[in-house]
């Protein structure tokens, strides 16, 4: 036995889970609250302040390593879970998972996982609990075999030790311009996310979109550093097919028009329509994709809602659904799955970017560097919250240390390797 006893303890997230529908739906803002009644179940307002969950698994040597649970920011919505309720799944966890937690051996990570999140009945366990015990594993099984979770996700998937790093993404809020300024001071690899959920943001036929994107652009060359040139990222939330209409060939045309108002640069476009279903959003994204590969246009397509689990992410790029895939870790569930879907869209030639929600914690938002990291992921999200700077330090740092971690065991393994020859080559 490896887990001596399972501690819960409960948290915050980094911003506040939004209800999607009563937005997109014209509720307005009064400061940073919403104004109206909410249209998704489980919301009591508009805008409610995220929790999460922490579990702690206290093991033989007494250490306590810590995952953590949580919701992404549009909960309910796009087909994901509801909204995450602490009491609730506190509950479930302590008669369900904590059993199941003392029995498993942790030090193989990917085997505890199916243990843990085995189905309850033919149902299967919130992607929250997921998500959050699998950190908790991922981590105990690094601190047992004395290594990194990087390498517990390589040795696990047979792949190699990262040597290089990967892109960081920063989201904006709603303060777009002081928080678009701030990536660029810090030469920040994708930008800027925009937050365009609203009528407001998004403007008549887009005219406000486009007026923002081509000042991302001017303010990157005003103030950036020589030689500065990020990829350009922004989300929104389905609004193209909202002002625009549904027409894959509209949509794309829009795109296309978006994307030649800033030519040098490359466009990322996420969820530009939203088609109401897992299946319908597939074929439509298709069309749109291949109508701006025909084109040869630089502007790709990033999906994220109807996109939520390893199976959605599965059907997205085999029918090439997409250009690049949001793997939303939340969503997603066990942080294995998180990995197991980069390497499914590697497998497919389709992008893969790990992303997931302002509203989770710093915990999570570590775990997930290791594994973008070992999985060499096209690019990760810096998160948790939306305030640029905590967020890319977080990931960033992590990423650094990491890095300078495993270049020292390579740096030290060589090291032993030429002793070893030396010393064998005196006893000769």
């Known amino acids: 036995m490896q887990i001596k006893d399972v501690l819960l303890a409960p948290g915050n997230g980094a911003f506040f889970y939004d209800d999607q529908a009563a937005i997109r739906a014209g509720a307005s803002q009064d400061g940073f609250v919403y104004v109206g ?33 949580m919701s992404v920011q549009y909960s309910g919505a796009g087909g994901r879970d509801a909204l995450f309720e602490t009491s609730q799944t506190s509950d479930l966890t302590s008669r369900v998972v904590v059993p199941r937690l003392i029995d498993v051996d942790v ?3 990917l085997d505890a996982c199916a243990k843990v999140f085995e189905p309850v009945g033919h149902k299967r366990l919130p992607l929250a609990i997921e998500y959050g015990v699998s950190q908790a594993l991922l981590r105990a099984a690094a601190h047992l075999q004395r290594t990194t979770m990087a390498e517990i996700v390589c040795s696990e998937f047979d792949l190699p030790l990262p040597t290089r790093g990967v892109p960081i993404y920063c989201q904006s809020g709603d303060a777009r311009e002081l928080n678009v300024d701030k990536m660029i001071l810090k030469a920040v690899d994708v930008l800027p996310h925009g937050l365009i959920n609203s009528r407001q943001k998004f403007g008549v036929d887009g005219q406000t979109f486009m007026e923002f994107v081509k000042w991302v652009v001017t303010r990157t060359r005003q103030i950036g550093s020589p030689g500065y040139h990020p990829v350009l ?12 209409g549904l027409e894959p060939q509209r949509i794309a045309d829009f795109i296309c028009k978006v994307a030649d108002t800033v030519p040098d640069f490359t466009l990322n476009i996420e969820s530009p329509a939203d088609f109401g279903s897992t299946q319908a959003q597939i074929e439509n994204y298709a069309k749109i994709v291949s109508i701006l590969d025909a084109r040869g246009s630089s502007a790709r397509i990033v999906v994220d809602e109807r996109c939520n689990t390893l199976e959605d992410i599965r059907l997205f790029a085999e029918a090439k659904a997409t250009h690049l895939v949001q793997i939303k870790t939340p969503d997603v569930g066990s942080i294995a799955d998180t990995a197991r879907a980069v390497l499914l869209c590697k497998a497919n030639k389709v992008g893969a970017y790990v992303g997931g929600s302002c509203t989770e914690t710093d915990l999570s938002a570590q775990a997930s560097v290791h594994v973008s990291l070992a999985t060499q992921a096209d690019m990760m999200l810096a998160k948790p919250g939306m305030g640029v700077d905590e967020a890319f330090s977080i990931v960033g740092n992590e990423q650094n240390r990491l890095l300078a971690m495993l270049n020292h065991r390579r740096t030290q393994k060589r090291k032993n390797c030429m002793k070893s020859t030396v010393s064998h080559a005196e006893l000769s």
Not at 38 to 61: E, H, K, M, Y
Not at 233 to 244: C, K, L, N, S, T
């Open 107 to 109: 030090s193989r990570f």
């Open 233 to 244: 990222h922004f989300d929104v939330y389905g609004w193209i097919g909202q002002e625009i």
């Open 37 to 69: 009644q909410p249209a998704t179940p489980a919301f009591q307002s508009i805008r409610v302040p995220a929790n999460s969950l922490s579990i702690g698994l206290v093991l033989i040597d007494d250490t306590v390593v810590w995952g953590d649970m």
